[in-house]
């Protein structure tokens, strides 16, 4: 299967995709993991992406398209992938419907929406603290999710792969709304 997530900061996208990938047995890519990775071994990629993570930024568009064109490409996404945080602007969305049709001309089955208020959000990255976790930082997140990721819903809505969940819950009940709306799309 062939599947992304979409979800503002802190939505438990990185928490769910891990569990749904393993139950799968696809491939996991998470592009915010592959880039606070970078920069912590300092690559040209990380030096790159470092600024616009600490500041809650989107990391430019060409930047990330190219990582995951690198990824799509290796054998271990044959089986089917789950994109955890790409694509995030309609440039990415449509730049990722190219490498598809580039590697085979399979779609993208599932687009899964994560729902959540804002204040439950702010509660959680407060608990974890990463460093862009920060109130600012995540505000300025937020604003970037609302202009630029959320319209990405519309997109694949139109196109008839988009499932929304409700995000709020213990982890095993959001983690079962997320597998029923894998069911609901698996030939
Ligand atoms: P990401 O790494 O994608 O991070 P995120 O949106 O903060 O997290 P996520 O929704 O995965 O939350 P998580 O499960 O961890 O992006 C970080 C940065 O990378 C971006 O700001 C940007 O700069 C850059 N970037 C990444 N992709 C990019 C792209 N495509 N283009 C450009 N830039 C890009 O959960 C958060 C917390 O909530 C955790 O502590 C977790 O334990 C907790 N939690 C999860 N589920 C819960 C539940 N059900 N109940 C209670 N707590 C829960």
Not at 44 to 71: C, F, H, I, K, W
Request: overall charge negative; hydrophobic content about 40%; charged content about 30%.
């Amino acid at each position: 299967m062939r599947i992304v997530f979409i979800g503002p900061p802190g939505a438990g996208k990185g928490t769910q995709s891990l569990r749904l990938a393993e139950k799968l047995g696809i491939k996991h890519l998470s592009t915010g993991d592959v880039l606070r990775e970078a920069r912590e071994l300092g690559t040209p990629l990380g030096l790159q992406a470092s600024g616009y993570l600490d500041q809650g930024q989107l990391v430019p568009d060409d930047v990330v398209v190219q990582l995951v064109a690198e990824r799509l490409g290796g054998g271990d996404c044959q089986r089917g992938y789950l994109f955890d945080g790409f694509p995030r602007t309609l440039p990415q969305a449509e730049a990722l419907d190219k490498l598809l049709q580039e590697h085979g001309g399979q779609p993208l089955d599932l687009a899964v929406e994560f729902v959540i208020a804002e204040e439950e959000l702010m509660n959680r990255l407060w608990k974890r603290g990463r460093s862009d976790d920060k109130e600012e930082t995540v505000r300025e997140r937020l604003r970037i999710y609302a202009d630029l990721t959320k319209p990405l819903a519309a997109y694949y809505e139109q196109r008839g792969m988009l499932r929304r969940i409700d995000a709020v819950g213990a982890l095993e009940e959001v983690f079962a709304r997320l597998w029923d709306a894998v069911e609901s799309v698996r030939p």
